[in-house]
């Protein structure tokens, strides 16, 4: 077993993607709500940053499962 890699299933990289989308916007909201007041975001914009990579990360992921069923590929394991 590769210990650098975690198998999940690709099924649920739609619902993932749509869900740190959504947790995007939403701290971006916080964040322009709390520079308005007047409060330091730095917390929340490190956050932002992180989910912003994941974001990547699950689209790239997506991106890749996609091409592999247009293969034919999808029931073999990327190694």
Known sequence: MDRLHTKFE??????????VNWGIITLQQKITEMEKLGLN???DLRQL?????????LQTS???WMSRMETGETAQEVK
Request: proline fraction near 8%; charge should be negative.
């Open 62 to 64: 997506w991106e890749t």
């Open 10 to 19: 690709n099924t649920k990289l739609s619902p993932w993607c749509f869900a």
């Open 41 to 43: 975001p730095t917390y």
């Open 49 to 57: 940053e992180q989910l912003q990579d994941l974001e990547r990360f």
